[in-house]
């Protein structure tokens, strides 16, 4: 469907209401949804971080001659 004009672009035939804010709404989810996967992503890591440590540390007492 093409338009005449810019206005007549923005307006979307009297339906600018809806089919903005809808554009809108799923512009602010998909970037929720991209913000919630890289804090998610950020935890992870964080976890796994410890984690490595975590089993890190006997292996070097018992490598050092301490008991665990």
């Known amino acids: ?22 554009y809108g709404v799923t512009l602010l989810l998909l970037a ?15 976890r796994l971080q410890r984690q490595a440590r975590r089993e890190q540390r006997p292996v070097r007492r018992a490598q050092e001659g301490r008991s665990p």
Do not use: C, K, P
Not at 32 to 46: A, I
């Open 32 to 46: 929720g949804v991209g913000l919630h996967v890289r804090l998610e992503r950020r935890q992870l890591w964080r």
């Open 1 to 22: 469907m093409a338009f005449d004009s810019w206005h007549a672009f923005l307006a979307m035939g009297g339906h600018a209401a809806y089919v903005w804010s809808a």
